[in-house]
């Protein structure tokens, strides 16, 4: 299985995202490789914001070895899910679908946790600290949900 998330510009929720399936992949020793990216490549090659990187760390998940990327073409190809973080990031995904089966590769994130609801995760970028941590819990119940799903038996 191989699963990327998507926000805007990779550094915030998409990172925090990935960390957070990932670690959860890790523990439950699933043959899974998760990425993340953004649909624009303002902070292409960078960290993760700070505040990202702390709330990861209080968690217990160390997201400094990833660097934000732009989400491009090829991803329909390499990755079997495609999460994405709100409508924006929907619309801007689907718009470099070039097929029908790529489309339904893309959803958005909470209707794992939430079906059919549409909820966005918020950018927490200019928000306080608290948005972070705000983010982080919604993420983790999507992620957990994401697990469910997808190693039903």
């Known amino acids: 299985m191989r699963v990327l998330m998507v926000c805007l510009g990779n550094i915030?929720?998409?990172?925090?995202?990935?960390?957070?399936?990932?670690?959860?992949?890790?523990?439950?020793?699933?043959?899974w490789e998760v990425d993340s990216a953004g649909t624009g490549a303002w902070h292409a090659g960078e960290l993760p914001d700070p505040r990202s990187q702390a709330v990861a760390k209080k968690n217990g998940i160390d997201i400094t070895n990833q660097r934000a990327?732009?989400?491009?073409?090829?991803?329909f190809e390499s990755f079997d899910l495609i999460y994405v973080m709100d409508a924006e990031n929907y619309y801007n995904v689907i718009k470099l679908a070039q097929s029908e089966d790529h489309k339904q590769k893309v959803m958005m994130i909470m209707n794992m946790?939430?079906?059919?609801?549409?909820?966005?995760?918020?950018?927490?970028?200019y928000g306080g600290p608290n948005g972070f941590d705000d983010v982080f819990d919604m993420l983790d119940v999507a992620c957990n949900a994401i697990i469910a799903?997808?190693?039903k038996t």
């Open 113 to 125: 946790a939430f079906p059919n609801e549409n909820r966005r995760v918020p950018d927490p970028y």
């Open 12 to 31: 915030c929720r998409s990172p925090l995202a990935e960390g957070i399936l990932q670690h959860k992949v890790n523990s439950g020793d699933l043959d």
């Open 149 to 151: 799903k997808q190693t």
């Open 69 to 75: 990327r732009q989400f491009t073409t090829n991803d």
